[in-house]
């Protein structure tokens, strides 16, 4: 069974780093094609891809906020942690990990966590 | 930016079968997905491959491409039904994932 979660805190201050945990079972992200992203949803808004990182450490960015964006990965617990840093309230967003699938052409997302609700505010 | 154009809303009546479309450039060469989220929820894959469905997902709700525009079909729509739909896929570099802007379908 498949499960993933995300912890963290709920309010950051503005400028201020944000750092996400995303702790799952069910699946080793050192077995080969195994995958884990970060998406986020700002309240009542579309969804939007932050990062990945596969099974061999690579990592991919959202062009966009690259800049601001590291993602690494800790196979012996299970986990995948993401940092944003600069902190504006315009990020304020529940924010997921979802372990992620390999179509060929385009990646999918197979299982996601219950999200994190993190506020951005002084 | 690469976009995914989705209409943001849709409205069927129970029983009634249901067509939300998803249209980019670049889907001729992409595969997309689909994600049905309800309010409070994360969201939960439908459709992959353009087509695949994952285990546990009922067989009323199907994908297909054509073109530029991708179609989610969900058919016999039953109230629980009613949630807000998102298309997924990539852009030519495969590397950069977008989502659409979802569409909010209403079950009269």
């Known amino acids: 069974q498949v499960t993933l979660k995300e912890s963290g805190p709920a309010l950051v201050k503005p400028t201020q780093t944000l750092t996400l945990t995303c702790t799952f079972s069910?699946?080793?992200?050192?077995?080969?094609?195994?995958?884990v992203s970060w998406i986020r949803q700002p309240p009542g808004k579309a969804l939007e891809w932050l990062a990945r990182?596969?099974?061999?450490?690579?990592?991919f960015y959202n062009t966009s906020l690259e800049t601001r964006l590291t993602i690494s990965k800790d196979t012996s617990k299970n986990q995948v942690v993401l940092t944003m840093t600069n902190m504006d309230p315009v990020d304020t967003a529940t924010y997921y990990c979802?372990?992620?699938?390999?179509?060929?052409?385009?990646?999918?997302?197979?299982?996601w966590g219950q999200g994190t609700l993190v506020t951005v505010s002084s | 930016s690469y976009e995914l154009t989705q209409p943001p809303s849709v409205s069927v009546s129970p029983g009634q079968t249901a067509r939300i479309t998803c249209s980019a450039d670049a889907l001729p060469k992409q595969y997309a997905s689909w994600y049905q989220q309800k309010p409070g929820q994360a969201p939960v894959l439908l459709i992959y491959k353009d087509s695949e469905r994952p285990s546990g997902i009922p067989e009323r709700f199907a994908g297909s491409s054509s073109g530029t525009t991708v179609t989610l079909t969900i058919s016999g729509v039953q109230a629980e039904d009613e949630a807000d739909y998102y298309c997924q896929s990539a852009d030519s570099s495969v590397t950069y994932v977008v989502f659409g802007g979802g569409t909010r379908l209403t079950v009269l």
């Open positions: 979802a372990r992620t699938g390999d179509s060929g052409l385009s990646d999918y997302f197979d299982f």
């Open positions: 069910g699946f080793s992200l050192s077995a080969t094609g195994m995958r």
């Open positions: 990182i596969d099974w061999d450490d690579d990592k």
